[in-house]
């Protein structure tokens, strides 16, 4: 939990979305007849959305008007509480119910999508699954290089092709070796552009279903990695990937660089789509599988944000 708080530093400082959200409160017994609106100024100006807005404001607006919500206190907790729910749509981490479990990893090129790759290769290699990387972005050498250097790093068998070559022939190829080897799991990197005139959507859905002819259920899951850093685009690129692709869940990346927390909130409530994973550092375990209680504990929690600086 201090690792998450301390990761979640610039959303809770005074000018971040959950200090902006403090200092409503602060220091003051009777609740501002104007709480509501100001709630709602600093929600909507946190890339949390409008949708999520009213979602948060509805349960507070209710208790307000049947003076359920006395004081400052329990108007926090239903604040609280709303956001938990919001969140509450699935569980972090993976479903490893198939062997080998192939992940398509999809996003646009540099929200880190690689890198989250290899950060996952690692937490499921500690957990002891054997893993196979899948270089599916063929249209990006640096891709294919990032993803063959992770794999050296962490002990995973890498399956790649030559410059350009089919994505949907590397992904097929690299869930045969998984089958020969008895791997757990296919983690299969895509393209994030294409230098053709091919329609991106159009090349992953085919990459998709490739993938389904290699192994019946496959993708088992489709994971979507955004930069929580992108705010507002953030959230028109999962409405994108959403309508192209049956996205399973999401990985927000960079959560430590942004002081808009809430756009976790937003993507939740806007696309119905679980967070599995959380970046918010460099290091391999940065990754963090998603506990909906732990993030608004960390996020909207009491804590003593003194003993963050000193940690």
Same mark, same amino acid.
């Given at each position: 939990?201090?690792?998450?708080?301390?990761?979640?530093?610039?959303?809770?400082?005074?000018?971040?979305?959950?200090?902006?959200?403090?200092?409503?409160?602060?220091?003051?017994?009777?609740?501002?007849?104007?709480?509501?609106?100001?709630?709602?100024?600093?929600?909507?100006?946190?890339?949390?959305?409008?949708?999520t807005t009213?979602?948060?404001?509805?349960?507070?607006?209710?208790?307000?008007?049947?003076?359920?919500?006395?004081?400052?206190?329990?108007?926090?907790?239903?604040?609280?509480?709303?956001?938990?729910?919001?969140?509450?749509?699935?569980?972090?981490?993976? $479903?490893?119910?198939?062997?080998?479990?192939?992940?398509?990893?999809?996003?646009?090129?540099?929200?880190?999508?690689?890198?989250?790759?290899?950060?996952?290769?690692?937490?499921?290699?500690?957990?002891?699954?054997?893993?196979?990387?899948?270089?599916?972005?063929?249209?990006?050498?640096?891709?294919?290089?990032?993803?063959?250097?992770?794999?050296?790093?962490?002990?995973?068998?890498?399956?790649?092709?030559?410059?350009?070559?089919?994505?949907?022939?590397?992904?097929?190829? $690299?869930?045969?070796?998984?089958?020969?080897?008895?791997?757990?799991?296919?983690?299969?990197?895509?393209?994030?552009?294409?230098?053709?005139?091919?329609?991106?959507?159009?090349?992953?859905?085919?990459?998709?279903?490739?993938?389904?002819?290699? &192994?019946?259920?496959?993708?088992?899951?489709?994971?979507?990695? &955004?930069?929580?850093?992108?705010?507002?685009?953030?959230?028109s690129q999962?409405?994108?990937?959403?309508?192209?692709?049956?996205?399973?869940?999401?990985?927000?990346?960079?959560?430590?660089?942004?002081a808009k927390?809430?756009?976790?909130?937003?993507?939740?409530?806007?696309?119905?789509?679980?967070?599995?994973?959380?970046?918010?550092?460099?290091?391999?375990?940065?990754?963090?599988?998603?506990?909906?209680?732990?993030?608004?504990?960390?996020?909207?929690?009491?804590?003593?944000?003194?003993?963050?600086?000193?940690?």
């Open positions: 939990m201090d690792g998450l708080r301390k990761g979640l530093t610039k959303a809770r400082e005074k000018e971040g979305f959950f200090g902006r959200l403090k200092a409503l409160f602060l220091g003051k017994k009777e609740i501002d007849p104007n709480l509501v609106d100001r709630i709602e100024e600093v929600l909507l100006s946190s890339d949390v959305g409008v949708k009213q979602l948060l404001l509805e349960d507070i607006r209710a208790g307000l008007a049947r003076n359920e919500l006395s004081d400052n206190d329990k108007v926090w907790d239903a604040l609280r509480q709303r956001a938990a729910g919001i969140l509450e749509i699935g569980g972090g981490g993976l $479903a490893l119910d198939a062997r080998p479990t192939v992940v398509m990893v999809v996003g646009v090129n540099g929200v880190g999508k690689t890198t989250t790759i290899g950060k996952l290769a690692t937490k499921l290699k500690a957990e002891g699954k054997t893993v196979v990387l899948a270089a599916g972005d063929t249209f990006r050498a640096a891709a294919v290089q990032q993803l063959e250097i992770w794999g050296k790093r962490v002990g995973c068998e890498v399956v790649s092709g030559k410059d350009g070559a089919n994505p949907g022939a590397v992904i097929f190829d $690299a869930i045969q070796r998984a089958k020969e080897i008895n791997a757990d799991v296919v983690l299969a990197d895509t393209a994030g552009r294409l230098h053709t005139k091919t329609n991106l959507m159009e090349e992953l859905t085919k990459v998709s279903r490739t993938m389904g002819k290699a &192994l019946q259920g496959a993708p088992h899951e489709t994971l979507l990695v &955004l930069d929580a850093t992108n705010g507002q685009n953030a959230m999962a409405a994108l990937f959403r309508e192209a692709l049956p996205l399973t869940g999401l990985v927000l990346t960079k959560l430590d660089g942004t927390g809430g756009i976790v909130l937003g993507i939740c409530a806007e696309h119905g789509i679980p967070v599995r994973y959380i970046g918010i550092g460099e290091r391999a375990d940065d990754l963090r599988d998603f506990a909906p209680d732990e993030f608004v504990e960390a996020l909207l929690g009491q804590g003593d944000d003194t003993t963050d600086a000193a940690a």
